[in-house]
Structures are given as C-alpha cells and as structure tokens.
C-alpha cells in the first residue's frame, strides 16, 4: 500500500512539473524592462523590488551554478487594500504552513470541526448561513492575494502525518506581461483521522487575477474560488474509560466504540474517501471588479529613461459578486444509533438514510466612486457606494428568496512619511430583511520611530441579524427563533509593539448585547442582557542564550459568570530551542513546544447541525500538549519534522500514547502524532 501511495505522489508532481516547465518554456526576459518600470511606480507599494540577478549561462556545460539567478522578488495586496506587502519565509512555526492554528480546539484530526479558543464574535452583517465549524480549512475570496513577481514563482508543499494524513499544496504566480498577473493555488487536505468515523477531504481551488491597461486608466480582478469540505462525524465516543483500558483492541483507537457510525468503520485508504456520516459543504465564488480612472498623465526621467504613468483622481468601481452554499449532513446507515438521534435530536422513527441539507444563492453588484485628494498618494483615498444583493435560501419545502441594498463609505490614509495609518469604515443595510443592520470601524496606526515600534488603537461596532439557521426554518433539527432580536457587538483594542524588547502587548475589550448561541444539541437561546469580555495578550522573543531563545504567547480572558461563554482563562504557547545559522546554507530551528489551557466547560459539539453548545456539565483539564520539532531551510527547500503530542504517555496497561487530552466533551485529540512536511518553491 505505501509503495502504491509513493508511486502516486511521484507520477502527480512528476505530471505538474512537466506541465509547469511546458508552459514557462519561453522566454520572460523580453517582459522585464516594462515590468520594473511598473514596480518602481507601485503607489505606496513599500519595500522596494529590486532586479532579480542575471548572469550565468543558458548552456548545459558543467560550471559552477549562480543561486542568484534563482532569486524573485515577490509582492502582494488584498482586493479591498492598496499597500503591498512581502511572503513571510521565517520558519519557526510550523502552524504558518497549515490551516489548522494552534488556538483552535479541533474535535478529531485535522479537517474535522474546530472552533477558537480566544473570544472572537461573528461581526458579518446580513445574511450569515450560520455553519462555520469547517471555516478554516476553505479558501476565501476576501483572502486572495493579488500578486506582482518578477520571475515565474511556483511552491509544492507536501506534508505527510500519522494515520495516513496528508496535506498537498501548489501555488503558482506569474506576471503574464508587465500589467497582468495571474495567481493559481490548490489544497488538498485528507486524513482518516485517530478514531472511527473521523475521516476528512477537503479541496480547494483558487484563481485570481489582475490587470492594468496600458495607458493606466483601467484596472481589473477576477478571483474564482470552490470549496469541497468533506468532514465524518462521530458522535464522539462512548466513554471516556476505553482510552486507557485493559482491553488491548482498544489501544487502535479505530475499534472503540462511537455514538455514531457504529458499524460502519472510515476507511484509512488515501485514495478512497467515502463519506458514510458526516457534513459535507460545498462553496462556489467568483468575484469580477472593474475600474477606470479620471485625472491626468505624468511622467518622470531617470537614467535617460521617460516613465510614464497616470495619476487618478476620482475613480468609478464596479463589482459584481456570485456564489453558491451548500451545507448537508448524511447518515447512510443509522442502525446502531437510534438513541443517539432519539435522545440528543427527538429523531424517534430513523430513516434509512438520515439526511439534512440547505442552499444558498447571492448575486450581488456594487457600484462605487473613490476619490483621491491627492493624486500621488493611492493609499488616501474616500469611497462612497451601494451594493444590491439578491439571496435564495432553499431547505426543504422552504423556499425563501429576499434582497437587501447595502450602502457603504471609506476614508484610509497611509501618509507619505508611513507614520500614520487611518482608517474609517461604515456599511449599513437600508433596504431589506437585514434592515438596520450596521458595521463601523475605526483604527488608527503610529509609527513611535524605528528603532522604537509602532502603536495601533481602534474602535469596531456592528449590530447584525443573526445566523439564518438560528432564526428561520430550515430541514435541519434545530429549534430556531424568528424572534431573535439583533445581535451587536462593540470591540475596543489596541495593539503595541515595542522593538527594543522584540514583544507585541495587546487588549481587547468586548461589548455584548443579545448574544445568540445554542444551549443544547437542538435548543437556540439569546441572552438579552448586556455583558462585557476582556482579553489581554503578550507576544515576546526572548534571548536565553546565543542563539537559544523562548518565544511565548500569552492570553488571560475573562466574561461574566452569567454569561453564556465558557473559555479558558488562560491560553499560552511557548517554543523554546535552537534558531540561527549553523552552516552557510543551512537555516534550523529545533526545540520543544507547549501549549497549555486552564481547565474549563469546553462547549458540546452537535455534529448533525455542525454547532458547538454550551454545556456546564463536563469540565475539562487537560495536560500541556508538548511536541519537539526540527524545522529547517536550505536555499529554496523547507522542511518540518515534529512529534506531537508526547504529554499522552502512559504506562497503565502497557506503556502507550493513550492519556488523550479533549477539546470537548467525549470528543479526545490524538494520541502520538509524527508530522513531515517539505515546501520547495522555484522560480522559471
């Protein structure tokens, strides 16, 4: 079987290098010339690209290689942002190359349900389909990256773990002439998981583009994004004392017994994902944004050269967005686990094949006029518009089509002297279901000098309908509410960083009114009284000895003891190890990793609906997670290698990884876990 599987990897990165050399054999440098002179008149683009080397020779005779000529300077922004920024290449933590971040409790393996375990609110106005437990394993449109690159950029990340997981990821971007770039980027995420029933696939695909007209005045973005979540549920298991037991069937984790999927075992076969019982979400987006610009050409001599560009003062903006959701949950063979449906849901005649689903469609187009009031600044800008947004909500026998109209205006500036950063941010619903529905946002950044750190302070409201499973029929079994009323959610931070002593101070102070959440596996609830949260966090690098240093994450929250929110009160992450240069080119990080959370009433997880509850029945006080790892860099080829979750040694009934921490009620994390993960980027 693993000679099958290696073969199988082989022949696809076999096929896609063939396929990527195919298409990058002309030559680029007949693009370069027009290509610089438009990254040295990036507005606001900071950083600075310089030319990549050139030198070396085409021929196959035997010299001695110029790695110069494998350099590439490449930047990106966000559609919605004008400042470009730089890949973070640092290699000391491993959680930067996956989607499952280290202050997220996941309830099985990776690419099953997760939730945060820092208070972070939903603060999206109008219409909010309410499923979000698989949301960091998808790809979004709001997170593309629009990029500008000198040289063809193509990354192949592979990350092998235990249990069969693996992780395959491509990116690829490349400037198609000096004003057009194209961005392609794949993810393949898979694991059968530890237990029964926890096999996950998820696939994502992503698109995106940008173009400038020769003359300056036009501009456009095309993002397509889809999304295949595919997530088994279980159920979680039966009881707690199969983990560490007498029985040695049980030390497989695969044969304990679940709620769910009692007789139906997940297969552990890479090439055969077969969802018999869980939640599969499917997401459609395409995005297409035009511009054209009014104001005046100028232009500029260095070197003899004449550079021409165009200074925009008002600029006219069109958007129109669609996309299609699907959420459905499936049960091809419920025998086994009638009390489970008849307790925890009132299911008390199963069909043969359990089944809930809903779907939505969104067509929306938003017009805009941004001004410039100075031309030779894009970073300061207003933005005035008015989005039309058309919804179908189908579930069932409910049918449910409606449209708000979304006016929305904008003030950022980042001054020329990049000390200050304001923005002013409003949108509201005045037409519509969704009506009143408002965000405002105010931040402001300083810079205190650069060899002092910088302060950012800010202020967010928004008073928003709440999720649409929550308020309104669907086939799913949960007892909604239309009459919920508006949720709204007020967020005062701040952020400090201070470079002499290399740490980040922050605080945020949380205002909650009429907070909705579920009680139950099917029973919503809105706690209508006011309440506040706070949290306060540290982020320091601390220098033990040469190149030996402690990186640690700090965070203390506390709400209200009436408050329906339970979440630990304490959250840390520390590495500690070895990070520097031992060779001339050879980066390496290695140490020890510790994550730890106060004991606290984790949320229940109900996987029918695909929710976490709140539950104050079971406490959970868990060991410290440790893991050692070895992360590494030579030239363009990165490596992690890490061993997780060493705290579940045990030596009753035979020495095994078995003393499982929870992220939440009957629901353990894995035991011993290895990880190997390579990234190796290149450039045509």
Do not use: C
Not at 239 to 247: A, G, M, Q, R
Request: proline share 4%.
């Amino acid at each position: 079987m693993l000679q099958e599987y290696m073969r199988h990897i082989s022949i696809f990165f076999r096929f896609f290098l063939l396929l990527l050399f195919s298409v990058q054999h002309y030559n680029l440098h007949a693009q370069m010339p027009g290509m610089m002179r438009r990254m040295q008149n990036m507005g606001g683009a900071g950083g600075g690209m310089r030319p990549a080397s050139s030198g070396g020779s085409d021929s196959l005779s035997f010299e001695k290689r110029n790695f110069a000529a494998d350099s590439v300077n490449v930047q990106f922004k966000y559609l919605d942002t004008a400042k470009y920024l730089t890949f973070d290449s640092s290699i000391s933590d491993f959680y930067r190359r996956v989607p499952l971040k280290p202050w997220l409790a996941n309830i099985g393996y990776n690419g099953n349900a997760t939730r945060s375990m820092l208070f972070n609110p939903m603060r999206g106005i109008g219409w909010d389909g309410g499923f979000h437990a698989l949301d960091p394993f998808a790809f979004n449109i709001h997170e593309s990256r629009f990029m500008n690159t000198t040289k063809a950029f193509t990354e192949l990340g592979y990350l092998v773990g235990s249990k069969a997981e693996q992780q395959i990821s491509v990116l690829h971007t490349q400037n198609i002439s000096p004003d057009w770039n194209a961005v392609a980027q794949y993810r393949l995420i898979t694991a059968p998981g530890t237990f029964n029933s926890q096999n996950s696939s998820h696939n994502n695909i992503r698109i995106n583009s940008d173009y400038t007209s020769k003359n300056r005045r036009y501009h456009a973005y095309l993002i397509i994004v889809s999304n295949s979540l595919q997530s088994a549920e279980n159920g979680g298991i039966k009881d707690t004392s199969f983990l560490v037991n007498e029985n040695p069937a049980y030390n497989d984790r695969f044969n304990i017994p679940t709620n769910l999927a009692p007789s139906i075992y997940s297969s552990r076969n890479f090439f055969k994902v077969n969802l018999l019982t869980g939640n599969k979400y499917t997401n459609r987006s395409i995005l297409y944004r035009h511009q054209f610009d009014f104001g005046k050409k100028d232009s500029t001599v260095s070197d003899s050269t004449v550079i021409r560009y165009y200074l925009p003062r008002l600029r006219l903006e069109h958007t129109i967005e669609s996309s299609i959701n699907s959420y459905q949950y499936l049960d091809v063979q419920p025998s086994g686990a009638e009390a489970f449906y008849n307790i925890n849901y009132g299911i008390s005649q199963l069909p043969d094949t359990v089944q809930f689903s809903m779907k939505n469609t969104l067509l929306k187009n938003d017009f805009s006029f941004i001004q410039f009031p100075d031309a030779k600044n894009l970073l300061q800008f207003f933005k005035a518009g008015m989005g039309l947004l058309q919804y179908r909500n189908s579930s069932g026998i409910h049918n449910d089509p409606f449209t708000n109209i979304l006016m929305h205006g904008e003030y950022r500036n980042l001054t020329r002297n990049k000390k200050w950063d304001m923005l002013l941010y409003g949108e509201f619903i005045a037409v519509g279901r969704d009506i009143g529905n408002y965000a405002i946002k105010a931040h402001l950044q300083r810079s205190l000098g650069a060899n002092v750190g910088n302060l950012q302070v800010g202020f967010e409201n928004a008073n928003r309908t709440p999720s649409y499973i929550y308020k309104n029929p669907t086939a799913f079994p949960l007892k909604y509410k239309s009459s919920l009323a508006d949720e709204n959610i007020s967020n005062l931070f701040g952020v400090l960083y201070l470079k002499k002593i290399n740490a980040y101070l922050q605080f945020n102070y949380f205002l909650v009114s009429n907070y909705t959440y579920l009680k139950s596996f099917t029973d919503v609830e809105q706690y209508n009284a006011v309440f506040q949260f706070l949290r306060a966090g540290l982020t320091k690098e601390i220098k033990l000895y040469r190149n030996f240093k402690w990186t640690t994450e700090v965070f203390a929250q506390s709400a209200p003891v009436n408050a329906p929110i339970h979440l630990p009160s304490f959250y840390t992450r520390n590495r500690i190890g070895y990070e520097g240069k031992p060779f001339r080119n050879l980066i390496l990080a290695t140490g020890i990793e510790v994550r730890y959370h106060s004991a606290y009433y984790a949320d229940g997880y109900s996987p029918v609906n695909g929710q976490f509850f709140y539950q104050s029945s079971e406490r959970i006080n868990n060991r410290p997670d440790i893991h050692i790892y070895n992360n590494f860099r030579i030239r363009s080829f990165t490596g992690f290698v890490r061993l997780e979750n060493l705290n579940t040694a045990t030596r009753d009934y035979g020495f095994g990884f078995k003393q499982n921490n929870f992220a939440a009620p009957f629901y353990p994390t894995p035991g011993l876990v290895f990880r190997l993960g390579v990234f190796w980027n290149f450039v045509n």
